[in-house]
């Protein structure tokens, strides 16, 4: 029987390894398939048997990266591998200094330039292994990406300065220039880049280790002689009845036996409002108990809860492969090879053409050396670092810079309702009470806790409403409202059942007013004073003040906006008839909105927009997560992108960021490349028949200079760029 494995593999650097370790694993007998994602760290493999196991971890450790057992493990070995990184840049940088401060402060001598031919040498063999390394797998897998280009520029760069000492009268004296501080530079440059790389994805991969932390792990079980007992939640079998207190998480997903209680499901299905559950209602672990007393009586596993579900969502979601190929990697696929060719043709030109040995090599190895992938290399890094600075003055914080990229793909953007679209906080949207009545009713339900509660009195203050000091009687009655009661009042305040239990019964025209004022979903609170019904209180979620506004700039923008929600039909409905939406989903569980998500990108890329544990799956399902600031910690793990501010105008101005930044590296790709096109010929000498012109190395060196420089000054216009109108 097959067996599938996910094992957590530290040490990858680039695509290229999960992609080695992908083809190598397939070659082993037993392994019927094999999925590694390099974005998420980890691996899926179906094998034949559990015997095959220790020959793929065997076989993926001498490939030269760590398995882990646990996610306690994998975090020390990825740390471990995030500080080699950056051990190795610091020493690349430290020895560049070094290198370009002899090549400008002391004169030139034999001596100085062995000693600096000695630092580059150590800044390859220490520092720049790795690409040389990982290069030799891509020509071998005819994937020649960055890697093969930093070990081509770096490497030529060496062996071109090296045969300038060792052989300096051979060459003549306009070809003898060394290229010592550029073999430094470009490893220092592109390590920067992989350390950022990595701690960026080793932050972004927080999340389902934060989830694990938050599920319910203990439980108190009823016993048979009734005393409760605290176990494990793992230990939990189908049909045990567990106690749920106020206060605590229900530690199962479940029915009720016994009691009654306000559950706040925000959790999972994003509703504001806590909703009363009793006998015969269903419960799901990790949703919390705000007001009452519950037995709960087990019908699913651990392993099968909604909340479990979620997990198993969010590993599924984290694995998939990215539809993305970096830009540079591609055109380096083309280049480098090219460049390659140009120099044996070279080469093969000077020796058929003149029969000078020397010309021939130097003008062979120019090639390479001006085709050096600074200006390359630099073209997306220098406008991803300007893109994200950016972005972060913006409180736009993007945790994944390749999501940059798979925005221009985008047609749909589904925003979660609750926390979202609207405040996430419940408030008074309309009165029918006067206003002496608001102030006993504001007063009485200031001796309560309740969010209801608070958002009545905050209401009544707003209205400058002075509240009493009340001290009579109080009582809360779970999933019902409160009672109060003085020599001088009695004041009721809840649903229509405590009113009916109270003996008060509303006319035609109370009941044909609450229904009315009802309509679109809003929650209302029935109060009576003194057995006399007074009016009532509407409640809703505000639609945030820029929610409008948001809408409109992104149908300008051609992509067109979904609500998914958890929240009841009619509720839903108002916002997206508010928002002038025609697409919405009401009563959407986690997973209801992962399947739509999966849907959607049938048609086109997906950005979701969403605060919620329930929403973190999606977060991680769509093309782009973009979680607000304000919404709990898994989600801003899941999400790409965090707005930091809460203001949805950052999922404009992230659009318009993303289209400006794949506008400008695809500009540094084409200034770098011109560059190459225009020296590259110079270089191998092909106007020295006509003109008598070879490229001077001092000459070049400047030119590659002026490329760098013009890359980096196209991508600091980045950082002034305008995301709002």
């Known amino acids: 029987m097959s067996l599938k494995v996910k094992l957590n593999i530290a040490g990858m650097s680039c695509v290229n390894c999960s992609n080695a370790i992908e083809k190598v694993s397939k070659k082993i007998d037993g392994v019927l398939e094999a999925n590694v994602n390099f974005a998420n760290a980890s691996g899926e493999f179906l094998l034949k048997d559990a015997s095959v196991r220790e020959i793929l971890e065997q076989k993926i450790k001498r ?3 760590f398995v882990a057992t646990d996610i306690d493990e994998f975090e020390a070995k990825r740390d471990q591998h995030i500080t080699t990184i950056r ?63 930093v070990a081509l520029g770096s490497g030529s760069a060496f062996l071109y300065s090296l045969f300038v000492v060792l052989f300096v009268n051979f060459l003549p004296s306009d070809l003898n220039h060394i290229y010592v501080s ?62 749920v207190k106020n206060g605590y998480n229900v530690p199962c997903d479940g029915m009720i036996v016994q009691g009654g209680a306000e559950i706040d499901t925000s959790m999972l299905t994003g509703e504001s409002l806590p909703i009363y559950k009793e006998v015969g209602d269903n419960v799901y672990a ?65 020796i058929i053409f003149s029969g000078n040995f020397a010309y021939a090599i130097s ?95 905050r209401y009544a203050k707003q209205k400058c409403i002075n509240l009493q000091k009340l001290n009579g009687k109080f009582q809360n009655i779970v999933g019902q409202g409160i009672v109060y009661e003085d020599e001088n009042n009695q004041i009721i305040i809840g649903n229509e059942k405590l009113l009916l239990s109270k003996e008060i019964i509303l006319n035609l025209d109370d009941s044909k007013s609450v229904k009315e004022a009802t309509n679109d979903g809003s929650g209302v609170i029935l109060c009576a004073i003194n057995k006399n019904f007074v009016g009532f209180l509407t409640l809703a979620d505000e639609l945030k003040d820029e929610a409008v506004n948001v809408v409109n700039e992104l149908t300008r923008l051609n992509l067109q906006s979904v609500i998914l929600s958890g929240d009841d039909e009619k509720v839903v409905a108002n916002i997206a008839n508010k928002l002038n939406l025609s697409k919405y989903y009401a009563n959407m569980l986690p997973e209801d909105k992962f399947n739509k998500i999966k849907e959607l990108s049938n048609h086109g890329g997906v950005i979701f927009v969403g605060d919620g544990i329930n929403d973190s799956p999606s977060l991680k399902e769509a093309s782009i997560g973009i979680a607000m600031n304000s919404g709990s910690d898994i989600a801003k793990g899941a999400g790409d992108i965090v707005l930091v501010k809460n203001d949805l105008q950052g999922v404009t ?52 200079c002026f490329s ?9 216009r980045l950082r002034y760029l305008r995301l709002k109108d």
């Not at 630092?119 to 897998?141: Q, T």
């Not at 991969?205 to 005393?227: E, H, N, R």
């Not at 409180?395 to 990229?405: A, Q, R, S």
């Not at 760098?708 to 600091?716: E, G, I, K």
């Open 87 to 149: 051990n190795k840049f610091i020493f690349a940088f430290i020895s560049s200094i070094l290198i370009m401060a002899l090549e400008m402060f002391v004169a030139p001598s034999t001596l100085v330039n062995l000693g600096m031919l000695v630092l580059a040498f150590l800044v390859l063999a220490f520092s720049g292994k790795d690409f040389f390394a990982h290069a030799i797998e891509a020509v071998k897998n005819k994937n020649y990406d960055m890697n093969v280009l």
């Open 182 to 243: 550029g073999v430094a530079m470009i490893i220092a440059f592109v390590l920067l880049g992989k350390y950022l790389e990595e701690r960026s994805k080793a932050k972004a991969g927080d999340y389902l280790k934060t989830l694990l932390k938050i599920s319910p792990k203990t439980a108190f079980l009823v016993m048979s002689d009734g005393q409760s007992k605290e176990v494990g939640v793992s230990e939990l079998k189908v049909g045990d009845v567990v106690i």
């Open 363 to 457: 003008c062979a190895i120019c090639v390479l050396i001006i085709s050096c992938p600074c200006a390359l290399g630099l073209a997306t890094p220098i406008a991803i670092v300007s893109s994200l600075a950016r972005g972060a003055k913006a409180g736009i914080l993007v945790k994944n810079p390749e999501v940059l990229e798979l925005i221009k793909d985008a047609k749909f953007v589904a925003f979660d309702k609750t926390g979202t679209l609207s405040k996430g906080q419940i408030s008074v949207k309309s009165s029918s009470l006067s206003e002496k009545d608001l102030e006993l009713v504001a007063s009485a339900e200031n001796l309560s806790e309740h969010l209801i509660s608070k958002a009545i009195v």
């Open 63 to 65: 490939l030269g990266y």
């Open 286 to 350: 990790g949703t919390l108990n705000t007001n009452g007393y519950i037995s709960v009586k087990v019908t699913k596993n651990s392993y099968e809860s909604l909340l479990s579900q979620i997990l198993s969502l969010l590993n599924d979601a984290s694995s998939k492969k990215m539809p993305i190929g970096r830009l540079a990697d591609k055109i380096a696929n083309i280049f480098v090879p090219s460049v390659v060719v140009v120099s044996v043709l070279t080469f093969l030109g000077w």
């Open 708 to 716: 760098s420089v013009t890359v980096v000054l196209n991508a600091l």
């Open 653 to 704: 101005g992230l659009v318009r960021l993303a289209n400006a930044t794949m506008a400008n590296i695809k500009e540094n790709l084409f200034w770098a490349f011109m560059y190459n096109a225009i020296c590259i010929p110079v270089a191998a000498g092909v106007f020295y028949p006509v003109f008598g012109l070879l490229l001077n190395p001092v000459y070049g060196s400047m030119a590659m």
